[in-house]
C-alpha cells in the first residue's frame, strides 16, 4: 500500500504541475488579449444584452426618418436643402426641443439657383440674373437652421487628407472645462473633420459628431461620447443635443490617473471607460421612435410626437445603406443608435465596464484555477464533474448577477473557458491516476480477496460514520385535523387524495424552505423540520416562527383554490383543511441516525418530544400554532403572540408556559392587540388565583377585541369559559399552581 500511495502522490504531483502551468499559460493569454480572446469576450457581453435588453420606457425622443414613403414624396435623397429647411421649419413648429442631424452637409447644393446658373450656360440671361438674386438653397436652410436650435452633424475620419470637403477650414471650438486631469491623452483622436458648408455651420446652435467605429468583428458596442478632431475636443452628436437642449453651456470632463471618468453634460454625469467612450445599453430597434418626415412635411404626422421632443433626423430607406450592426440586432438604422444613446443619458442605464474588471478577472481565475488543481486530485471524478460545474455556474450567476443588478460587464467567458480547460487536464489526470492505482489494487490483491472487496477498495469509498452533535435547535412540527375524515371521503379516488396531500406538502415545504428549514421527514399528512442545522442560524426561532405563520397562509390559499375548484368541477369532495402547529426551541442531538445500513439525518432529545405534544395542543386550545416557553422568549418583541396556559403534557413532569402565535409585525403594533395581550393577562392572572368572576370578566373583553383583531380565538375562549363554568361548580384543591395536565398527546 506504500507503494501505491507513494505513485499516487508522485501522480497527483504532476498533474497539479501541468493544471497550474496551463492556468499560468491562460493568464498570460488574456494579458495579451489577441484579437480572438476578445471576439470571445465581446460575443459574452452580447449574449447578457439579449438576454436582459434595457427595458423599454417612453422617452421624449423622436427620430424623423426619411424613409421610402418620405422618398416617395419628396424624391431621391439628398433632397435639395429648401426641402430640408422646410422639414426644420415644420418641425419647429411642432414644438421640437432640439433638432439633430445624422447627415453632413459638406458640398453645395446642386440645384440651388446660383449653381443652376453656373451649370447651364445657354439659360437666357434674364433667367440667370433672375436665378442668381435668389438666395442660395444653403442660405435658405442656414435661416431655418437659425430660426430654430439645430445640431448639424459631423464625421471624423482616420485618414488626414486635405481634400476632404471642410478638412482644411478651421474648426469652431465647443465650451468645455476639466475636472481633475487632462482627458485630451486619452481620446480617441482623428486628423481630419469633414464639416457643413459654412454657411450652414455658422447658423447652428451646436456641431456634434456622428463618427461611431465599430469592434473588429463589425459590431458597435462602444459608442464615443467625446474625441478629440485636430486638436479640438467634440462632442458625439447625442451628448450635442442634450447640451444645446439645455442651454448650450459648456460640457466638463472628468479624468483621473487611469483615464476618463466621464463626462457631464447638461448638469448629468455620464460615466465612460478610459477613452471616452459609453457601453450602450441597448433595447431592440423600435417603430414607436420613429416619425416619418413625410408624414411631417405633409401635415399628417400628431404633434405630440414631436413637441417637447429631441428630434434627430436620419435614414433607414432601402439604399442609403445607413445599418448598423448591434448586441441586440444585426441591422439597426445608425440614426436609432444615437437616439438610444439620448436614452441611456436620460436614465442613467448605461452598461459599465470598471477598469478593475480586468484584474478581478485574473484574480478570480488564479484563485479557483488554483482551487480546482488542489481540489480535484482530492477527490473522485464524479464529484470533482460537480465541483467544476458547480463553480463555473458560480461565476456565470455571478456576472448575470451582476448585469442585472448594476449593468456591469464583467467576462465570464475567458475565466469560465480557463477553467473549464484547467479542469479537463486535471480530471484527465486524475482519472487516469485512478485507473492506474485500480489495476494496481486489482493486480495486488485480486487473489486474496473476493471480486467485491477487491472493488470496493479499489473505489476508495467514504465512510459513513453514525453519531450526531448538540445544538440548540428550534422543532416544527404540523399536522392536519381530521385527517381520517378526509382520507374516507377520498375512499373511491385514492389518486385524488394523493394529488391533494403532494399539493398541500409542496405549499407547507416550501414555507420551510423559504425560511431555510430543515425537513426532517414527512410522516403522511404530517411534517418534521428543525432550524439551525446543519447550517448555523441564530435566529432560528423566528424563522420558525415566521415559517408557521405562513404554513397557516398557504393553507387558507389552498383552501380558497380548492374551492373555486370544486365550484367549477363538483367531481371531488371538498373538506377544508386545517393544520396545527407545534414549535419549540432547545438542546437536541442532531445527526446521522439510524443503523450501519440507512440512517436519516435527524434530531432527538426532549425538545423534540415537546414540539410534537405542542402540536398535538393545538386542538384543544383552539388556536393553529402553539409555542414553547423558550421559543415565545426569542420572538415575544417582534411578533404577535399570547400566553395560553402552563401546561404538563402526557409524558412530562414539569409544566411548560405554552402561547399562541398570532401574527408578525403589524399586528404587534396594532392597539386593539394590545388590548387583547392584557385582558389575557389579566384573564390568566386572575384563573390561577381562583378569582372565577374577574377571570369571567375579562375572557368577556377578549371576546370583541379577538373579533376585531381577525384572530381565530373562539376555540381557545371557549376551552376557558368552559374551564370557569367547571371550577365554579368543582373548585381545585388548594395550593392548586394552575397547571392544566394533558390527558392525551
Not at 427595458?55 to 431621391?76: C, F, R, T, Y
Not at 436620419?314 to 448591434?326: M, P, Q
Not at 447550517?535 to 405562513?550: E, I
Request: proline residues 6%.
Amino acid at each position: 500500500m506504500r507503494l501505491f500511495q507513494s505513485a499516487g502522490s508522485m501522480g497527483i504531483a504532476l498533474a497539479r504541475l501541468a493544471g497550474l502551468a496551463l492556468l499560468l499559460l491562460f493568464l498570460g493569454l488574456r494579458v495579451a488579449d489577441p484579437l480572438v480572446v476578445s471576439s470571445i469576450r465581446n460575443q459574452g457581453f452580447d449574449i447578457l444584452q439579449r438576454l436582459h435588453p434595457r427595458p423599454a420606457a417612453a422617452q421624449p425622443i423622436a427620430i424623423v426618418d426619411i424613409d421610402e414613403k418620405s422618398l416617395e414624396l419628396v424624391g431621391q435623397w439628398p433632397w435639395p436643402r429648401t426641402e430640408v429647411a422646410r422639414l426644420i421649419d415644420r418641425l419647429t413648429a411642432m414644438g421640437a426641443v432640439v433638432i439633430g442631424f445624422d447627415v453632413v452637409f459638406a458640398e453645395p447644393d446642386r440645384l440651388s439657383p446660383d449653381r443652376v446658373a453656373e451649370d447651364n450656360p445657354d439659360l437666357p440671361e434674364t433667367a440667370r440674373t433672375d436665378l442668381l438674386k435668389l438666395p442660395s438653397n444653403e442660405t435658405v436652410l442656414a435661416n431655418a437652421i437659425a430660426r430654430s436650435r439645430v445640431v448639424v452633424g459631423e464625421t471624423s475620419v482616420r485618414v488626414d487628407d486635405e481634400t476632404l470637403a471642410g478638412g482644411d477650414r478651421p474648426i469652431p471650438d465647443v465650451p468645455y472645462a476639466a475636472l481633475g486631469g487632462d482627458a485630451t491623452p486619452y481620446l480617441l483622436k482623428f486628423p481630419r473633420l469633414v464639416q457643413n458648408l459654412p454657411v450652414i455651420s455658422d447658423a447652428a446652435a451646436g456641431r456634434g459628431l456622428f463618427t461611431v467605429e465599430p469592434d473588429p468583428d463589425g459590431i458597435f458596442r462602444r459608442i464615443p461620447l467625446v474625441m478629440m478632431v485636430q486638436d479640438h475636443m467634440r462632442l458625439a452628436l447625442s451628448a450635442e443635443m442634450l447640451r444645446i437642449a439645455t442651454g448650450g453651456q459648456a460640457f466638463a470632463t472628468r479624468a483621473g490617473d487611469a483615464g476618463i471618468e466621464g463626462i457631464v453634460v447638461g448638469g448629468v454625469f455620464v460615466p465612460t471607460d478610459g477613452n471616452g467612450r459609453v457601453w450602450p445599453w441597448f433595447n431592440a430597434s423600435s417603430r414607436d421612435r420613429y416619425v416619418s418626415a413625410g408624414a411631417v412635411m405633409s401635415g399628417e404626422a400628431p404633434a405630440e410626437r414631436i413637441a417637447g421632443h429631441l428630434v434627430v433626423i436620419g435614414t433607414s430607406a432601402v439604399g442609403l445603406e445607413d445599418f448598423r450592426a448591434t448586441p441586440v440586432a444585426n441591422f439597426m438604422p445608425g440614426v436609432e443608435i444615437h437616439a438610444q444613446i439620448i436614452e441611456n443619458i436620460l436614465t442613467q442605464q448605461f452598461l459599465q465596464r470598471p477598469a478593475y474588471a480586468i484584474g478581478m478577472e485574473l484574480l478570480v481565475t488564479f484563485v479557483v484555477g488554483a482551487f480546482i488543481v488542489w481540489l480535484v486530485p482530492r477527490i473522485g471524478a464524479f464529484y470533482s464533474f460537480f465541483a467544476a460545474v458547480s463553480v463555473l455556474g458560480l461565476v456565470a450567476a455571478g456576472v448575470y448577477w451582476a448585469f442585472l443588478a448594476d449593468r456591469m460587464l464583467i467576462d465570464a467567458t475567458f475565466p469560465g473557458g480557463a477553467l473549464a480547460a484547467v479542469f479537463m487536464v486535471m480530471a484527465t489526470a486524475n482519472y487516469m491516476r485512478e485507473e492506474r492505482q485500480r489495476r494496481q489494487i486489482r493486480s495486488a490483491f485480486g487473489q486474496y480477496l473476493s471480486p467485491t472487496l477487491v472493488d470496493r477498495l479499489a473505489d476508495h469509498p467514504e465512510q459513513l460514520v453514525l453519531g450526531g452533535e448538540t445544538r440548540e435547535l428550534t422543532l416544527l412540527f404540523t399536522d392536519v385535523r381530521g385527517f381520517t375524515t378526509i382520507s374516507e371521503s377520498f375512499k373511491a379516488n385514492p389518486q385524488g387524495l394523493t394529488r391533494l396531500m403532494n399539493r398541500f406538502l409542496t405549499a407547507l415545504s416550501g414555507a420551510i424552505l423559504d425560511r431555510d428549514g430543515t425537513i426532517d421527514k414527512y410522516m403522511g399528512d404530517a411534517i418534521m423540520a428543525f432550524w439551525n442545522a446543519p447550517v448555523d442560524l441564530p435566529d432560528h426561532p423566528m424563522r420558525a416562527c415566521r415559517a408557521g405563520l405562513d404554513m397557516v397562509r398557504r393553507v387558507e390559499e389552498l383552501n380558497s383554490q380548492r374551492r373555486q375548484e370544486v365550484e367549477r368541477d363538483p367531481g371531488e369532495p371538498f373538506h377544508e383543511i386545517r393544520i396545527g402547529v407545534g414549535i419549540n426551541s432547545g438542546p437536541c442531538v442532531v445527526g446521522n441516525m439510524g443503523s450501519d445500513m440507512r440512517f436519516d439525518y435527524t434530531a432527538l432529545g426532549d425538545t423534540v418530544n415537546l414540539a410534537s405534544r405542542l402540536e398535538g395542543q393545538s386542538k384543544p386550545y383552539g388556536v393553529s400554532i402553539v409555542l414553547g416557553d423558550a421559543t415565545a422568549a426569542a420572538v415575544a418583541d417582534t411578533l404577535a403572540l399570547i400566553e395560553i396556559d402552563l401546561l404538563r403534557v402526557k409524558g412530562k413532569n414539569e409544566p411548560e408556559r405554552i402561547h399562541s402565535l398570532l401574527g408578525v409585525e403589524d399586528m404587534v403594533a396594532d392597539p386593539t392587540f394590545q388590548a387583547l395581550k392584557q385582558a389575557n393577562g389579566t384573564m390568566l392572572e386572575r384563573y390561577r388565583a381562583c378569582d372565577w368572576d374577574a377571570a369571567a370578566a375579562a375572557l368577556a373583553e377578549m371576546a370583541p377585541l379577538a373579533k376585531r383583531l381577525g384572530a381565530a380565538l373562539d376555540g381557545y375562549l371557549d376551552l376557558y369559559a368552559s374551564r370557569i363554568v367547571y371550577f365554579r361548580d368543582n373548585p381545585p384543591e388548594d395550593g392548586w399552581d394552575g397547571v392544566y395536565t394533558a390527558l392525551t398527546k
